[in-house]
């Protein structure tokens, strides 16, 4: 009975989660498909060691600036669920804005490889210079490791894990031919 119980929560979970997820999802290709056309975004992806090609490994896109650039990809802006999985803030007036603008964006994946949280890099000067996605229904910050799905069969092969503090840590190692390290 214990098991049943277990397996029809985590079943419930699952199926709360699957539109927010289909949301990430849109989101992330939506970040990705504005990196092409960021000149910036791109130098300063150059700048730092990075091609084309481990971007896209990584996912890695670049939340434009605007308000609601997001309104783009998503006919309803005024979905609430685009509030619950932090990827559309409310302020006190009411008024709804996109958490992220003007940043690179890291997708951060699930075991399964779903986009369930993004972290946001300022590209010069500002704060805060990493802007992450809150606590969700799908993302636990304390329970996930940037860059796992991708090192998976890396650790495998080397035996071990290299655990490192952010993302730029984990693409740039990756970058450089070190392809069994996550971030916390």
Same mark, same amino acid.
């Given at each position: 009975?214990? #098991? ?7 079943q419930?979970?699952?199926?709360? $989660? #699957?539109? *927010?997820?289909? *949301? ?6 939506f ?15 150059k700048?730092?060691g ?6 896209k ?5 670049? $939340?434009?600036p605007?308000?609601?650039?997001? $309104?783009? !990809? ?7 669920? *685009?509030?619950?999985c932090?990827l !559309? ?22 075991q ?8 946001g ?6 704060e ?17 490791l ?12 080397a ?11 984990v693409?740039? *190692? ?11």
């Amino acid at each position: 009975l214990l #098991a049943a119980t277990a397996i029809s929560i985590y079943q419930a979970k699952r199926a709360e $989660a #699957a539109p *927010l997820t289909e *949301l990430m999802a849109q989101a992330a290709r939506f970040y990705q498909q504005q990196l092409k056309t960021a000149p910036e975004a791109i130098d300063y992806l150059k700048q730092r060691g990075l091609t084309g090609e481990i971007a896209k490994h990584y996912g890695i896109g670049y $939340a434009p600036p605007g308000w609601q650039a997001l $309104a783009e !990809v998503f006919s309803d802006y005024n979905l609430a669920e *685009l509030e619950t999985c932090g990827l !559309v803030i409310r302020n006190e007036a009411g008024r709804r804005y996109d958490r992220f603008r003007e940043r690179i964006m890291f997708p951060i994946l699930d075991q399964r490889s779903n986009v369930i949280g993004f972290g946001g890099r300022v590209l010069g000067a500002g704060e805060p210079k990493y802007l992450n996605s809150p606590e969700t229904p799908l993302f636990e910050k304390g329970r996930e490791l940037y860059g796992l799905p991708q090192a998976r069969q890396a650790i495998r092969d080397a035996g071990f894990v290299l655990v490192v503090e952010g993302y730029m840590d984990v693409v740039g *190692l990756a970058q450089a031919g070190v392809q069994n390290v996550v971030a916390t």
